[in-house]
Every structure is written in structure tokens, then in C-alpha cells.
């Protein structure tokens, strides 16, 4: 399954962008897809993830209540809604995909196998 990440772009701080994830086939009740990003000169990070089957949702803590994820399950979609950008939202989001993970290892990025290309997102002051 191919993976591609959109919707990236300029924002002001405290505006919104909304990035997108498709997969070119279809995501099983298994999966779990997650959006991580990297800013330069750091390791990439979880943001958040969402499980396929049941809709349940995870953040960091930087996010919550800020960023929303979800999935459109017909079309194969996540999606994930940025609202109240920082500064340091400023860098490459990725959206990926897990087998199986289990909940303690859902903000692992070793647990995701599959990765789409990535959208940049950079937030000015």
C-alpha cells in the first residue's frame, strides 16, 4: 500500500491546515495509521495515531486538544485537522501505517512499517 500525504503550507500562528493521508488500497481493521513529523535537526516524532477498526485516538501531549485526527474508512483517508498552529508545529509532517501494534507501542515510529513521502507544514510568528 502506497501512502501519500497532502494538504501541507503556510500558516500563521494560530491558523489551521488540514493534512491528508491516502492509501492506494484498502486499510484493514488491523491497522493502525499514525501522522509523526521532523523538524530539522530532530528525531522524528509521534503526533498522533488513530486505529482503523475502532476510531480510537491517540496524541502527544503537544497536540492534544489542538490537532484532531481521523479516518474516512471508504476512502481510504486520514485525515489530520491543525488548529492553533505554533511556530514549533513548523516541520515534515508523515503519515504511516502499523500492523498490530499494541497500545503501549502506538507512539513508537520502529512500530510502523509504512511510510508516505511527507507534506511540509511550516507555521510563522
Known amino acids: 500500500v502506497q501512502l501519500q500525504a497532502f494538504g501541507g503550507g503556510l500558516a500563521q500562528a494560530g491558523g489551521s491546515l488540514r ?9 484493514f ?17 509521534f503526533v498522533a495515531a488513530i486505529r482503523w477498526n475502532s476510531g480510537h485516538t491517540y496524541y502527544a501531549d503537544s497536540v492534544k486538544g ?3 485526527i481521523s479516518r474516512d474508512n471508504a476512502k481510504n483517508t486520514m485525515y489530520l485537522q491543525m488548529n492553533s498552529l505554533k511556530p514549533e508545529d513548523t516541520a515534515v509532517y508523515y503519515c504511516a501505517t502499523a500492523y498490530g501494534v499494541i497500545l503501549s507501542q502506538i507512539r513508537i515510529l520502529q512500530e510502523y512499517e509504512n511510510w508516505g513521502q ?8
Open 66 to 68: 489542538r490537532f484532531t
Open 19 to 27: 493534512l491528508s493521508c491516502a492509501a492506494s488500497a484498502r486499510i
Open 29 to 45: 481493521s488491523s491497522f493502525t495509521m499514525g501522522w509523526f513529523r521532523q523538524s530539522p535537526g530532530k528525531e522524528r516524532e
Open 118 to 125: 511527507g507534506t511540509q507544514v511550516t507555521v510563522s510568528s
